[in-house]
């Protein structure tokens, strides 16, 4: 028997959300959508802070945060206009966003240029983003969205100017540490690492996302100290209540590792880690950077396996 094929069928965007703030913005802000944005992004678990989030005198759509921070959404039923294009602007600044996200019917080429410009010549700390949103239906099916990414950020070429401007005006031991972090995200790709890290930076960590808002797993290699390691980093703003939920399970967790983990809830301070360290002779050695990459990488990777269902999980 031949199978029985249907067409999919574009639908008006009004059909599903009359209103763009009453309807579409609640909507967008669940979390299940949230969610699915992030994906068609590639980004990390986005976590809503507020919808109709105030800004001065004005009202930003959603305000959401990654393990980078700030994130703004900015949504519209139709074609992009100038209005909105200094809206996101406006709130980016009033917030001190890290990524914009743009989510529209279709983007007029003017905008798309406008946003492609503000990446190229913007660094690697704020993100725009340009996302048109579709409705599709078979036959009598339910709604199905579907969003399509217009603009993102080229990270090689952002990555590159910032290679660029670190080795010329950053001290040796900026260098080094740059170096050392642009070829460990080579040793991970490599070995098809399921640790995604972020673009390197000039810096003693490297940033890479656990999946939640206000979690990140953090390489470390601390040359004053001669020491490696690898830390989970809780900066949520309840951080201190997931520290002790994780703390409870301490036992359970370092028997999964096989070894034993720095519990350290930091008082003072707004966050918490949880790491684990090792000896080292600095980043002056160079020809022990094969050595430092495979023990952070498995050390990454283990730490990742088992804290992040557990992260999921906190509540």
Known sequence: MKPTLSTLQRIDLRE?????????????AQAENLNA???????????????EYLVGDFKLDILCSDEDGEVIIENQLEKTNHTHL????????????????????????????????????????????????????????????????????N?????GRESARAAATATPTKQSQLRFWTDFVAHLEARKSPLKPQAPRPQHWLNISLGR????????????????GVEIYIFHENSKD???????QKDEVEKKLGFALDWQELPDSHASRIAVFRADSGLEAEEQWPAYFQWLAE???????????????LG
Do not use: C
């Not at 599903?16 to 967008?28: G, N, Q």
């Open 299 to 313: 050390t990454g990777e283990k730490l990742a396996q088992v804290f992040k269902p557990l992260i999921k999980g």
């Open 37 to 51: 944005l992030s994906n068609a992004l590639g980004l990390a678990e986005l976590e809503l802070v507020q919808a």
């Open 155 to 159: 990270d090689w070429s952002k990555t």
């Open 213 to 228: 808002a206000g979690f990140k797993l953090a390489p470390t290699v601390n040359s004053k100290e001669n020491r490696l």
């Open 86 to 153: 200094g809206q996101i602007i406006t709130y980016a600044a009033g917030v001190g966003a890290k990524k914009v996200i743009w989510v529209a019917e279709s983007f007029r080429p003017e905008h798309v240029a406008a946003l492609d410009f503000l990446n190229q010549n913007t660094t690697g700390n704020l993100n725009f983003f340009a996302v048109e949103i579709e409705l599709w239906r078979i036959a009598d099916s339910p709604l199905a969205p579907s969003f399509n990414v217009v603009v993102k950020p």
């Open 242 to 248: 997931y520290f002790q939920q994780l703390l409870s």
């Open 16 to 28: 599903a959300w009359k209103h763009e703030a009453t309807e579409f913005t609640p909507w967008l």
